[in-house]
């Protein structure tokens, strides 16, 4: 994969789900533009944060802090 040094990102993707996602941004008044920006930035968010320990038993910081 090729990463330049531009503002470009280019992929290439079937021709039906190429018309079907314009099809479907239009309809709600987006551009391609704005909703990739919107979404990556949600991807990006949600990669850095701190993943939550499901585990049983697991304490939260809140909760690891003795009472004052």
């Given at each position: 994969?090729?990463?330049?040094?531009?503002?470009?990102?280019?992929?290439?993707?079937?021709?039906?789900?190429?018309?079907?996602?314009?099809?479907?941004?239009?309809?709600?008044?987006?551009?391609?533009?704005?909703?990739?920006?919107?979404?990556?930035?949600?991807?990006?968010?949600a990669?850095?944060?701190?993943?939550?320990?499901?585990?049983?038993?697991?304490?939260?910081?809140?909760?690891?802090?003795?009472?004052?």
């Amino acid at each position: 994969m090729s990463i330049g040094s531009s503002g470009r990102i280019v992929i290439e993707v079937e021709p039906e789900v190429k018309r079907q996602l314009y099809s479907t941004l239009a309809r709600e008044g987006m551009t391609l533009k704005g909703w990739f920006l919107r979404e990556a930035q949600s991807y990006m968010k949600a990669a850095t944060q701190t993943p939550l320990d499901l585990t049983p038993g697991a304490k939260s910081a809140d909760q690891k802090r003795s009472p004052l």
